[in-house]
């Protein structure tokens, strides 16, 4: 089985890539551009997993790609090839070389915050991406199972007697992200129905663990202790709104149910994907603290907080449990316990 992965050089794609690659009998492809950063791919690296197609990964370096990939492609590799979502013609290449038999679309530009200081590019990158990756499969007569990454963002402002939140819950987004977000589920919907595209979209609620980046609020916080505990910076550690409530799930559980969504999951549904908990920021935080003995002074940074911000993310995952049997299995604290562990190495 063939598999291409957008977006496979973040946390959640580089796990991906990992879950499938040990499946057996899946040949794993992903997408990268130049600026694109691989630290997250180290593991597969120092496993020797890691390939590159077409002379360093250059999409446009091999004039026959497909050939390309039948020469240079590893079945006991994670293959990378360099590809732009924005550009159409480097998706249709892409995509008609590959021929994938399933697609798990996660390129996205998803820091909530940049996309107040960057709101066009956030929406272009996403929405547009998802258009010429579509497009590209319709260029050529494919129909692979296509897993679109949502994000619990989309549900937005979300009113006390609505959680927890159910697949039907009115969408509020509160953020150009969550409004590019619900902007490609519809896409995925609009493209189901008028052209019969395999598309199963998950709404992922928080997920966190080893290789979150630096900018999310987990991450921060282990980043920050780390550091501390280290003596490279003084014991105060900064925060922003502590009060609003999350359904943290471990990212090695939830790429675990992007799989099972395209394994089990029914074309043109969307389904709820998170641990039914939720913790407030400052339970996070505190579970963090426990697992250092250096002591610290918790302060807020006015610069941490967000123009709009969603109180409350709770999921009901019922649907997607009763269509899969996909439970999450990595307890809150042992997550919290790899991040922290992760920074201290890298720090």
């Given at each position: 089985?063939?598999?291409?992965?957008?977006?496979?050089?973040?946390?959640?794609?580089?796990?991906?890539?990992?879950?499938?690659?040990?499946?057996?009998?899946?040949?794993?492809?992903?997408?990268?551009?130049?600026?694109?950063?691989?630290?997250?791919?180290?593991?597969?690296?120092?496993?020797?997993?890691?390939?590159?197609?077409?002379?360093?990964?250059?999409?446009?370096?091999?004039?026959?790609?497909?050939?390309?990939?039948?020469?240079?492609?590893?079945?006991?590799?994670?293959?990378?090839?360099?590809?732009?979502?924005?550009?159409?013609?480097?998706?249709?290449?892409?995509?008609?070389?590959?021929?994938?038999?399933?697609?798990?679309?996660?390129?996205?530009?998803?820091?909530?915050?940049?996309?107040?200081?960057?709101?066009?590019?956030?929406?272009?990158?996403?929405?547009?991406?998802?258009?010429?990756?579509?497009?590209?499969?319709?260029?050529?007569?494919?129909?692979?199972?296509?897993?679109?990454?949502?994000?619990?963002?989309?549900?937005?402002?979300?009113?006390?007697?609505?959680?927890?939140?159910?697949?039907?819950?009115?969408?509020?987004?509160?953020?150009?992200?969550?409004?590019?977000?619900?902007?490609?589920?519809?896409?995925?919907?609009?493209?189901?129905?008028?052209?019969?595209?395999?598309?199963?979209?998950?709404?992922?609620?928080?997920?966190?663990?080893?290789?979150?980046?630096?900018?999310?609020?987990?991450?921060?916080?282990?980043?920050?202790?780390?550091?501390?505990?280290?003596?490279?910076?003084?014991?105060?550690?900064?925060?922003?709104?502590?009060?609003?409530?999350?359904?943290?799930?471990?990212?090695?559980?939830?790429?675990?149910?992007?799989?099972?969504?395209?394994?089990?999951?029914?074309?043109?549904?969307?389904y709820n994907i998170g641990a039914g908990v939720a913790r407030s920021v400052e339970e996070m935080l505190e579970i963090l603290l426990s697992l250092s003995s250096t002591r610290v002074e918790v302060q807020q940074d006015p610069s941490r907080m967000r123009p709009s911000d969603v109180k409350m993310l709770w999921a009901d995952c019922?649907?997607?449990?009763?269509?899969?049997?996909?439970?999450?299995?990595?307890?809150?604290?042992?997550?919290?316990?790899?991040?922290?562990?992760?920074?201290?190495?890298?720090?």
């Amino acid at each position: 089985m063939r598999v291409l992965i957008t977006g496979i050089t973040g946390m959640a794609g580089s796990h991906l890539a990992e879950y499938a690659l040990g499946l057996g009998n899946v040949q794993v492809f992903g997408t990268y551009r130049w600026r694109s950063r691989m630290d997250n791919l180290h593991d597969l690296a120092q496993a020797g997993k890691l390939g590159f197609v077409a002379e360093g990964g250059n999409v446009t370096s091999c004039r026959d790609l497909e050939n390309c990939i039948e020469q240079q492609a590893d079945p006991r590799k994670v293959n990378l090839i360099q590809a732009d979502m924005a550009d159409p013609s480097s998706m249709k290449r892409l995509v008609g070389a590959v021929k994938p038999q399933r697609i798990f679309h996660l390129a996205a530009q998803s820091y909530v915050p940049a996309s107040w200081n960057a709101p066009a590019e956030t929406l272009s990158l996403n929405i547009l991406g998802q258009v010429n990756l579509f497009e590209a499969i319709r260029e050529y007569g494919l129909s692979p199972l296509v897993h679109v990454a949502g994000s619990s963002e989309e549900y937005g402002l979300v009113y006390p007697h609505e959680v927890p939140i159910k697949e039907s819950n009115p969408l509020r987004p509160l953020s150009p992200y969550a409004v590019s977000k619900v902007a490609q589920e519809l896409l995925a919907w609009q493209y189901f129905k008028s052209y019969g595209l395999q598309v199963v979209v998950t709404r992922g609620f928080n997920h966190t663990g080893p290789r979150r980046g630096q900018v999310f609020v987990t991450s921060s916080f282990a980043k920050q202790i780390a550091e501390i505990e280290r003596g490279l910076r003084p014991p105060v550690l900064y925060v922003g709104d502590l009060t609003s409530k999350r359904d943290w799930s471990d990212v090695r559980d939830i790429v675990r149910g992007y799989w099972m969504a395209l394994e089990k999951g029914e074309p043109g549904e969307v389904y709820n994907i998170g641990a039914g908990v939720a913790r407030s920021v400052e339970e996070m935080l505190e579970i963090l603290l426990s697992l250092s003995s250096t002591r610290v002074e918790v302060q807020q940074d006015p610069s941490r907080m967000r123009p709009s911000d969603v109180k409350m993310l709770w999921a009901d995952c019922s649907k997607f449990a009763g269509r899969t049997g996909w439970a999450p299995t990595i307890p809150f604290e042992q997550t919290m316990r790899d991040l922290l562990d992760y920074w201290r190495k890298k720090v």
